[in-house]
């Protein structure tokens, strides 16, 4: 039996919707709190990204946004329910120069969320030492940080094990300045031991990845590895699935188990499941246009196989809607969301220029698109108010302000990152739920959460990685449109079946496991 | 000893795999800043955004010319291509009586072209080329005196100001969009080529004008016509649904080998040095393997060039002449709908095959400068994970260059028969240049 924990809640309004509601946003960023500019050259190109967790137990997401060669900056979320965005700079001992991205993770399992700091130098695990403190355990935990260029970064806890597995992925070798074209740097396995983690090893071949994933494409009950590699920097590469079984080395999908070359500018994953076949899609950013892809066929054994459907979701985004430019568009971190809940999965996208490619926009906007009900997305992001033209990179959406509506923080290269409160007018229902388990793996990296909205089934993977070098750990947000409760259950990450419980519209839930 | 990418690594030091000696002591031979500029315009045409093989194939007569240009203004066995070549005018004389160093005029006119074709490469390249730039800027002017320099270098630039000026007349400096067109009416009949694929920039045909430039060699694009191809036909019997069955039988019954050949020459553009850097590797290679000293080098990366650029514009007024669909739009129609080829199917018509017309001309070029029966291995998909292969000669390269389209699926056997011949006939406007006095 589950365990639900009724937080608290906020309700919103039952409007019935036949088209899609238009999503509003607000730029808060000037009375946010948040200052902070990613900063850096050529090594600076790709990130930086944002993490957004709850470090003080209030229930209220923090962030910690990268700086490039700028130092990273913590921000305590001090909004209101309901209210405006408000953050504040406090010391946190995340303040690390050279940091390109951030994923939170409780690592050691102690219910404190600790934080991965992906550098252009050495990576740095930092422990959770609870009131949003936190300190350097790379020696503690035995990591080994390295000394790359890191760009990507999944973790997921292998079957009984104590500590989780992180994957880093790596881009060019800095030293290679005439010919960096095919110096990807390797990207490394880190794999829990006892208490810690084992000497890394490296998952060769590596193709200077911007993005990768833990998860369960086939729900085979072992997360494989997804990676998005940029081909501008690799020779003979292709995009990747890595198999990782207990006890046995990483081994590539290949052709003869289904897996199809594919080469694009990588840079960001996001998943979902949109086509309710039980199997997550994946959504790949590049440069010009973005794949969507699901699976050609869930008969018989799966292979990994995909159609890529962009063009027929409405999702390619290959260049700016706004702005007058013509020229291909650059995509980053992607993320699904419901952000008007009428219990579709919308998309957002980040987008901006790599630096003076005079061939891509200049001015490029992000993207919103938002799902109508015939499954392809509409593009909202002038509408929505979030058509940011500033370079940006990576995102994250979360209900900063506990109002039942998505907001939105995006990391910009070169000016100042930016966030928009939701809000919505005609917005559907919703719930928010957050899962735990006794430990290890207490966040319960792995589950996959599916929510009954009348006839239609949403799952939805816990996974951590993907975007682009932005992670998140907290509440999973469901939009339920006009139902005013849901039915809730939890595949755990041991496959474990939960039962169906109801979960009333409005309501933040904890999940536990017994 | 093959050009290969760990013979030219510029640290500090550049490193020459074929001679064992160290870079000190070589690094202002001219010949060897040819083939460090040269290595690095390889990857910049993989990687510049607008560099498809069209695009690719102007630069490399660009930086051709501009390298013999600026050899042959100080080397009075060398003949210039000004009065030869479409609309070149005499380079700029050097100033009489004065002393250059051809290393550093040489470096300076192929900094400066390059530079100039490539500006639009994205920060990576940049840096790269600031990077070589500087540092062998720097080598080959060690040891030099500061006035000859200095001089040297003016004229380097002055060589390729001259060039540039020249090379924005031709039709193809500007290219928008990656070369699609933004606005164009596609003709709807049954031949005609029709989209490939669902990448939405690709939804129009590539450079529909290219053929429209002007040439270098011969006198136009339309000068080396070729038969139409098989007329269309839906018919069993005819003579088209022979070619396509063909197509669709060889996709069917792959050998290893075939397969091989195909994914060998691929060459996509974005995702490889294209198929005129392919034959320009091969070039470079075969000049390393006879140690040449830099007349012959740029007499020989010039001539190719040229060969190279001129095959391309003659293909494509044929290209756009004929307007055929490709193999994947008929066979799916007619024959088989899920059928797919090896190959990616490039975004423009079928006939004739861009790379048969290219490897054709390439192919007599390179005989005519370095025989008939010059076996070598080709080695130019090695960063790919590749195997060399072996040619008993270049001609026998183009063979293997055209029917690798066959067996990858992307071209009927009309296209590349007839674009071989296309090739060899652009080749002879090349080969009749004179580059020797």
Redesign the interface.
């Known amino acids: 039996m589950l365990r639900f924990f009724l937080l608290l809640a906020f309700f919103i309004p039952l409007v019935a919707q036949a088209a899609p509601v238009t999503p509003r946003f607000v730029e808060e960023t000037a009375v946010s709190g948040i200052n902070s500019t990613f900063t850096g050259d050529w090594e600076y190109m790709v990130g930086g990204g944002v993490a957004v967790f709850d470090c003080d137990g209030d229930g209220f997401e923090d962030m910690l946004l990268a700086g490039g060669t700028s130092r990273a900056t913590f921000y305590r979320n001090d909004s209101k329910p309901g209210g405006e965005l408000k953050f504040a700079a406090v010391q946190s001992g995340l303040e690390l120069d050279k940091v390109a991205g951030a994923y939170p993770l409780d690592i050691d399992s102690d219910t404190i969320t600790d934080i991965v700091l992906l550098r252009v130098g050495e990576n740095v695990v930092m422990r959770g030492l609870g009131g949003c403190r936190f300190e350097r355990a790379n020696e503690a935990w035995g990591f080994a940080g390295g000394n790359a260029w890191s760009t990507a970064f999944a973790a997921m806890w292998e079957k009984g094990a104590s500590w989780p597995s992180l994957a880093v992925g790596n881009y060019i070798d800095l030293t290679q300045e005439e010919f960096p074209w095919g110096s990807c740097t390797e990207n490394w396995l880190h794999r829990g031991a006892q208490k810690g983690f084992a000497a890394p090893v490296a998952l060769k071949p590596s193709y200077c990845a911007l993005s990768m994933l833990f998860t369960d494409w086939n729900r085979s009950g072992s997360p494989s590895l997804r990676v998005s590699n940029d081909r501008e920097y690799y020779k003979g590469g292709q995009e990747q699935l890595w198999h990782l079984e207990v006890g046995k080395e990483p081994r590539l999908y290949t052709e003869a188990e289904g897996w199809k070359r594919l080469r694009i500018w990588g840079m960001g994953i996001a998943s979902a499941d949109l086509n309710a076949d039980g199997y997550p899609d994946y959504f790949l950013t590049s440069m010009a246009d973005n794949k969507l892809q699901i699976l050609k066929s869930v008969e018989g054994e799966l292979k990994p196989d995909y159609a890529d459907v962009a063009w027929a979701k409405g999702v390619t985004a290959q260049r700016p809607y706004v702005g007058g430019e013509i020229k291909p568009s650059t995509a980053w971190h992607a993320q699904f969301e419901d952000v008007n809940n009428d219990g579709l999965t919308d998309l957002f996208v980040a987008k901006g220029n790599v630096t003076a490619m005079p061939d891509f926009a200049m001015k490029d906007p992000n993207n919103l698109l938002v799902q109508a009900t015939d499954g392809k997305f509409v593009e909202m992001g002038e509408q929505a108010r979030v058509a940011s033209f500033e370079t940006s990179r990576g995102a994250g959406l979360a209900d900063f302000n506990h109002d039942g509506l998505l907001d939105l923080v995006v990391v910009n290269r070169g000016s100042k990152a930016q966030i928009w409160r939701n809000v919505t007018a005609g917005a559907g229902n919703w719930i928010a739920l957050r899962l735990t388990q006794p430990a290890p793996n207490v966040d319960a990296i792995g589950a996959r959460v599916e929510v009954k909205n009348g006839e239609v089934v949403t799952q939805r993977e816990i996974t951590s990685g993907g975007g682009h070098v932005s992670g998140q750990l907290g509440w999973v947000h469901f939009g339920l449109g006009k139902t005013e409760a849901a039915q809730v259950r939890v595949i755990w990450p041991d496959g474990a079946v939960g039962e169906w419980e109801t979960v009333k519209a409005g309501a933040r839930v904890m999940v536990g496991r017994p | 000893m093959v050009f290969c990418?760990r013979d030219?690594?510029?640290?500090g030091i550049l490193v020459l795999a074929m001679s064992g000696r160290p870079l000190g002591a070589i690094a202002a031979e001219p010949a060897r800043v040819v083939q460090a500029w040269y290595?690095?315009v390889l990857?910049l045409v993989?990687?510049t955004?607008?560099y498809t093989p069209p695009v690719a194939s102007r630069s490399f007569a660009y930086v051709g010319v501009t390298a013999f240009e600026a050899v042959a203004s100080g080397n009075p066995k060398l003949k210039s291509l000004a009065g030869q070549v479409q609309g070149l005018k005499p380079v700029p004389l050097r100033e009489a009586g004065q002393e250059f160093h051809e290393a550093v005029v040489l470096h300076a006119a192929l900094a400066s072209i390059i530079r100039h074709l490539f500006a639009?490469t994205?920060?990576?390249g940049?840096?790269?080329m600031n990077?070589?730039g500087s540092?062998l800027g720097a080598k080959v002017a060690d040891g030099v005196a500061s006035d000859v320099a200095a001089r040297s270098e003016a004229y380097g630039r002055t060589v390729a100001a001259h060039i540039q000026a020249w090379a924005a007349e031709d039709g193809g400096a500007v290219i928008e969009?990656?070369g699609f067109p933004?606005q164009m009416d596609l003709p709807k009949g049954s031949q005609d080529w029709a989209p490939t694929n669902?990448?939405?920039?690709q939804q129009l045909p590539l450079l529909p004008d290219w053929g429209k430039n002007r040439t270098f060699a011969m006198p136009n694009g339309a000068s080396c016509k070729i038969p139409p191809p098989p007329t269309y036909s839906e018919y069993q019997a005819s003579a088209f649904y022979a070619e396509a069955l063909e197509v669709y039988e060889a996709r069917k019954n792959i050998t290893e080998d075939e397969t091989a050949i195909a994914r060998f020459w691929a060459d996509d553009a974005?995702?490889s040095k294209t198929p005129p850097g392919h034959w320009i590797h091969i070039a470079m290679n075969a000049l390393q393997k006879e140690q040449a000293d830099v007349a012959r080098s740029v007499e020989v990366l010039a001539r190719l060039g040229i060969g190279l650029a001129d095959a391309f514009i003659g293909c494509w007024e044929a290209k756009y002449q004929y307007n055929l669909l490709r193999p994947v739009s008929y066979i799916r129609r007619v024959m088989d709908p899920k059928w797919e080829p090896i190959l990616l199917t490039p975004p423009f018509p079928e006939y004739p095959s861009g790379h048969s017309t290219q490897s054709g001309a390439a192919a007599e070029v390179l005989t005519q400068l370095f025989g008939e029966d010059y076996a070598f291995v080709d080695n130019a998909q090695d960063?790919?994970?590749l195997p060399p292969r072996s040619f008993a000669s270049f001609r026998a390269a183009a063979q293997e260059a055209g029917i690798s389209r066959l067996y990858g699926g992307i071209h009927f056997r009309a296209a590349i028969v007839n674009g071989l011949e296309q090739g060899r006939c652009i080749a002879a406007f090349t080969n009749a240049l004179r580059t020797r006095r």
């Open positions: 990418r030219f690594i510029f640290g290595r690095l990857e993989r990687h955004p607008t639009n994205g920060p990576t940049q840096r790269a990077a070589m540092k969009n990656m933004l669902l990448v939405r920039q974005m995702l960063d790919e994970g």
